[in-house]
């Protein structure tokens, strides 16, 4: 199952800004690995902000979860969880929807 997480800092740096930059560059390596694994699609920075934005692959909510928890910036991001269905999937959502309005 797909989902969309859209994170961002909550506030100000929560720590100095060396601290800060050590837990950026350890989440980056934890997002490497994912990515290595096939479970993180995709990850991107936002420019001029502080977040980014991933698209996972996993089985579950809870794995995704499981999977967020584990970068270092996680404690101090908000995140925005979407899930996100495939064009066949949408389409077989409306053809259900659809034969269920001409009932």
């Known amino acids: ?16 800004p060396e601290q800060w930059m050590e837990l950026v560059v350890k989440t980056l390596e934890v997002i490497r690995t994912h990515k290595r694994e096939e479970k993180l699609i995709f990850h991107g920075a936002f420019v001029g902000r502080h977040g ?10 809870t794995e995704l979860q499981a999977f967020m928890t584990q970068l270092p910036l996680w404690p101090f991001m908000e995140c925005e969880i979407v899930p996100i269905l495939s064009t066949e999937e949408a389409e ?3 053809k259900q929807a659809q034969a269920a309005l001409g009932r």
Do not use: R
């Open 1 to 16: 199952m797909l989902f969309l997480v859209n994170t961002e800092l909550k506030g100000q740096y929560p720590v100095p």
């Open 52 to 61: 980014g934005i991933f698209v996972w692959d996993v089985d579950s909510l």
């Open 92 to 94: 077989e959502s409306a």
